[in-house]
Nanobody, 124 residues
Framework: QVQLVESGGGLVQAGGSLRLSCAAS?????????MGWFRQAPGKGREFVAA???????FYYDTVKGRFTISRDNAKNTVYLQMNSLKPEDTAVYYC?????????????????WGQGTQVTVSS
């Protein structure tokens, strides 16, 4: 089992920034894990945001490219999502997820573990 705990959400004005963190614990967080961020806005389905594998290969949803940056600190078993130039449409609950594979994926069904989520609200 892997436990994931997100933090860093909050309320920010449009154009502002937030940095989300996801700390992993439990089973050895080995080299093969890919980490992803997803989000779900009220009344909408879960949406892929970004993913990163052990060696740093990244993949982003088109609408966040150039604004969001995913990174990870393997020594700390932590993944980050730096969000800049936030827009009201970025408002959602953001979830961290872990996949027991080195292959980056944007499909939520391919992730094995999920955090409880952290709320991000962007006001206009």
């Amino acid at each position: 089992q892997v436990q994931l705990v997100e933090s860093g959400g909050g309320l920010v004005q449009a154009g502002g920034s937030l940095r989300l963190s996801c700390a992993a614990s439990g089973r050895t967080f080995g080299y093969s894990y890919t980490m992803g961020w997803f989000r779900q806005a009220p009344g909408k389905g879960r949406e892929f945001v970004a993913a990163i594998n052990w060696i740093g290969n990244t993949f982003y949803y088109d609408t966040v490219k150039g604004r969001f940056t995913i990174s990870r600190d393997n020594a700390k078993n932590t993944v980050y999502l730096q969000m800049n130039s936030l827009k009201p449409e970025d408002t959602a609950v953001y979830y961290c997820a872990a996949r027991g594979s080195a292959a980056v994926s944007r499909a939520g069904r391919e992730y094995d573990y999920w955090g409880q989520g952290t709320q991000v609200t962007v006001s206009s």
